[in-house]
């Protein structure tokens, strides 16, 4: 897994020993990649790398490295470097640094089988890029574009109607937010009015969960908002009326229900030890549960997006005329077709970003004993022994999916190399992406000048370091 920032020119000064255990928090830094590079004998499964990209406190530039791979019979995260890239940030500067730091430890691209990164151009350019040049002298290895990065682009896709509430919902929050005065009075105002909340939540594009929260906040307390505009309104700005607008409303309460909905699956992709199958599955159920709801919106029924569906049954049980106005406040029809397409477009958008680009899928690698056996399948002999096998049916009871296949891996080989291409390459950047929120924690302002190399090692590895060893191999500091 890699990271990077752009350097500032500072200089920085380096920990780095001259020798292999040059004392201090360096003592156990070889650990992971000496692991790494004394798996003995045959290579069943290779090792697979995982990388995205940021910027520190001190714009300086950052590589970070997480490697996944097999020990005994169990797949293992570990966190394998935190490099400073000291020029540029190109996939050749890139390429030497991941090249110098596997030759010092012993380490060969051979090892590994699979790289999945973020969506840089130095990462995955087609002709020059990280990935590129990997591939070109190592052309075994496989690679993949973080499912969280793609998701968060294919969640983008919305109609201009949409679009416009969207910005028209921003730039009430940035006149209402940025300006010091302003957020203090409208603090004070929600506070006498008794609201839930006390202050809207300000929306970044690179922060993809935050376009469903600020939403919901704006729906919640869009009569504030209102309120607010209206008494502050300057000549030509009539914003606050969008939010006496019915219509605008319901676009409001519908995009803040989508996007809330579209946070909670992107949430459960962030975890470790998440494999492909595990996404691909999650990606499909999100992409029945659009069609179910285009299915629903066409007979009117709204269910599915809770604000939306609780802000047309209150606009019915306030409004006290006879049946022709019930039949007004329903769910317009144009706005039922905007629904209706920014849904379709959601499903088209994923479909391109993920149908075709994601690693061979194996039905029967979740149900090894319930799945249809092709006779064409090259591991059809294999796959059916395996379902006569009374103690694999236990195992597959009592261990995890990984954890099983790799305990068949001597006897039913073919088989479980194809198994290991369901989990073992990382399907997301997330552990880069939690790396990066260590750094954000040990390295703020006042320590812009922290080597982060040993503390990354000491705050992400999973490895506990052997600390009678290392006291044996450290000299005693005679007197002088």
């Given at each position: 897994?890699?990271?990077?920032?752009?350097?500032?020119?500072r200089s920085?000064?380096?920990?780095s020993?001259?020798?292999?255990?040059?004392?201090?928090?360096?003592?156990?830094?070889?650990?992971?990649?000496?692991?790494?590079?004394?798996r003995?004998?045959?290579?069943?499964?290779?090792?697979?790398?995982?990388?995205?990209?940021?910027?520190?406190i001190a714009?300086?530039?950052?590589?970070?490295?997480?490697?996944?791979?097999?020990?005994?019979?169990?797949?293992?995260?570990?966190?394998?470097?935190?490099?400073?890239?000291?020029?540029?940030?190109?996939a050749?500067?890139?390429?030497?640094l991941?090249?110098?730091?596997?030759?010092?430890?012993?380490l060969?691209?051979?090892?590994?089988?699979?790289?999945?990164?973020?969506?840089?151009?130095?990462?995955?350019?087609?002709?020059?890029g990280?990935?590129?040049?990997v591939?070109?002298?190592?052309?075994?290895i496989?690679?993949?574009?973080?499912?969280?990065?793609?998701?968060?682009?294919?969640?983008?896709?919305?109609?201009?109607?949409l679009?416009?509430?969207?910005d028209?919902?921003?730039?009430?929050?940035?006149?209402?937010?940025?300006?010091?005065?302003?957020h203090?009075?409208?603090?004070?105002?929600?506070?006498?009015?008794?609201?839930?909340?006390?202050?809207?939540l300000?929306?970044?594009q690179?922060?993809?969960?935050?376009?469903?929260?600020?939403?919901?906040?704006?729906?919640?307390?869009?009569?504030?908002?209102?309120?607010f505009?209206r008494e502050?309104?300057?000549?030509?700005?009539?914003r606050?009326?969008?939010?006496?607008?019915?219509?605008?409303?319901?676009?409001?309460?519908?995009?803040?229900?989508?996007?809330g909905?579209?946070?909670?699956?992107?949430?459960?992709?962030?975890?470790?030890?998440?494999?492909?199958?595990?996404?691909?599955?999650?990606?499909?159920?999100?992409?029945?549960?659009?069609?179910?709801?285009?299915?629903r919106?066409?007979?009117?029924?709204?269910?599915?997006?809770?604000l939306?569906?609780?802000?047309?049954?209150?606009?019915?049980?306030a409004?006290?005329?006879?049946?022709?106005?019930?039949?007004?406040?329903?769910?317009?029809?144009?706005?039922?077709?905007?629904i209706?397409?920014?849904?379709?477009?959601l499903?088209?958008?994923?479909?391109?970003?993920?149908?075709?680009?994601e690693?061979?899928y194996y039905?029967?690698?979740?149900?090894?004993?319930?799945?249809?056996?092709?006779?064409e399948?090259?591991e059809?002999?294999?796959?059916?022994?395996?379902?006569?096998?009374?103690?694999?049916k236990?195992?597959?009871?009592?261990?995890?999916?990984?954890?099983?296949?790799?305990?068949?891996?001597?006897?039913?080989?073919?088989?479980?190399?194809?198994?290991?291409?369901?989990?073992?390459?990382?399907?997301t950047?997330?552990?880069?992406?939690?790396?990066?929120?260590?750094?954000?924690?040990?390295?703020?302002?006042k320590r812009?000048?922290l080597?982060?190399?040993?503390?990354?090692?000491?705050?992400?590895?999973?490895?506990?370091?052997?600390?009678?060893?290392?006291v044996?191999?450290?000299?005693?500091?005679?007197?002088?």
């Amino acid at each position: 897994m890699f990271s990077e920032t752009r350097p500032s020119g500072r200089s920085q000064r380096s920990h780095s020993p001259t020798t292999p255990y040059g004392g201090g928090l360096t003592t156990w830094r070889p650990t992971c990649a000496t692991k790494c590079a004394k798996r003995s004998g045959p290579v069943h499964f290779g090792q697979v790398f995982n990388s995205t990209s940021l910027t520190d406190i001190a714009n300086q530039s950052q590589l970070i490295a997480f490697v996944r791979y097999e020990k005994e019979k169990k797949v293992k995260e570990e966190f394998l470097f935190c490099e400073l890239l000291t020029t540029t940030t190109t996939a050749e500067e890139v390429k030497k640094l991941v090249d110098y730091f596997f030759e010092k430890n012993g380490l060969s691209w051979m090892q590994f089988q699979h790289i999945c990164t973020d969506g840089a151009p130095a990462m995955i350019g087609v002709r020059t890029g990280f990935v590129t040049r990997v591939k070109s002298k190592w052309p075994h290895i496989s690679n993949s574009h973080c499912s969280l990065h793609r998701y968060a682009l294919a969640s983008k896709t919305m109609p201009p109607e949409l679009m416009s509430v969207l910005d028209s919902v921003i730039s009430s929050i940035n006149f209402i937010r940025g300006r010091a005065k302003n957020h203090r009075l409208f603090d004070l105002m929600a506070q006498e009015m008794g609201s839930t909340h006390t202050s809207l939540l300000y929306h970044t594009q690179v922060r993809w969960l935050s376009r469903g929260k600020c939403l919901a906040r704006v729906f919640e307390m869009h009569t504030e908002v209102e309120i607010f505009l209206r008494e502050m309104e300057t000549r030509g700005d009539h914003r606050h009326e969008n939010y006496k607008n019915p219509e605008f409303l319901m676009k409001l309460a519908y995009l803040a229900d989508i996007f809330g909905t579209l946070n909670e699956v992107n949430v459960t992709l962030q975890s470790r030890e998440a494999s492909v199958s595990d996404v691909k599955d999650k990606l499909a159920g999100l992409g029945a549960r659009i069609a179910l709801w285009i299915r629903r919106l066409h007979r009117g029924n709204v269910a599915a997006f809770p604000l939306l569906d609780a802000f047309l049954l209150d606009r019915r049980k306030a409004s006290s005329n006879g049946k022709q106005q019930q039949q007004q406040l329903d769910l317009p029809d144009d706005l039922k077709e905007s629904i209706a397409a920014h849904l379709e477009r959601l499903t088209s958008e994923f479909k391109a970003y993920f149908d075709g680009v994601e690693p061979a899928y194996y039905p029967w690698y979740k149900d090894p004993f319930g799945a249809v056996v092709d006779d064409e399948m090259e591991e059809a002999e294999e796959l059916l022994m395996l379902r006569e096998s009374a103690v694999a049916k236990a195992e597959f009871r009592k261990l995890s999916l990984s954890e099983f296949w790799l305990q068949q891996q001597d006897t039913y080989p073919r088989l479980c190399n194809k198994a290991a291409q369901m989990f073992l390459p990382f399907p997301t950047t997330y552990l880069c992406e939690a790396g990066f929120s260590v750094m954000f924690d040990l390295k703020p302002k006042k320590r812009n000048r922290l080597e982060m190399s040993s503390d990354m090692r000491l705050a992400c590895s999973e490895t506990k370091p052997n600390i009678l060893k290392l006291v044996a191999d450290c000299k005693e500091q005679v007197s002088h």
